[in-house]
């Protein structure tokens, strides 16, 4: 028994070793999303850890195996929307995460349940969601009559 507790203090102490990068990217102002405060206030607070290069790590990301967790969800999450390079996103791309975006918000898929979990105030309340909707469409107007 004492030799399996050793072996597994021993991975749990290695796992610690293998560190992902969570350093974030420089944020250009003249290329990142500038909106109403409301908007904005609702994204930095719901979004902007995943979809942004402004996360803010807490304290548990410095443990393996949850580090990796959260690395991946923060890569998938620039990838998908990052509102850090707003302006440099294709507007036919813009176009589509923009119509996910909305649908996911609407359907409660976002934020994501396992960031909640941790992050209460990320909650939408349905003002929220109806900001971030009518956000959402008009952004889509704006690339439909370009």
Known sequence: MKKILY????????MQLIRPDFNNPKV???VALQSDPKVMNIL???CYDCHSSETKYPWYYNVAPVSWVMANNISEGRKALDFS????IDPSV????????????NDALMPKGEY???HKN?????????ILDDFFET???KISVH
């Open 7 to 14: 072996w597994v203090v021993g991975i749990v102490g290695i």
């Open 28 to 30: 250009d102002p003249s």
């Open 44 to 46: 930095k607070t719901s």
């Open 85 to 88: 390079n707003w302006e440099k």
């Open 94 to 105: 813009k176009l589509e995460r923009l119509k996910r975006g909305k649908q996911l918000v």
């Open 116 to 118: 909640l979990m941790m």
């Open 122 to 130: 990320a909650l939408l309340n349905p003002k929220e969601k109806k």
């Open 139 to 141: 952004e889509l107007q």
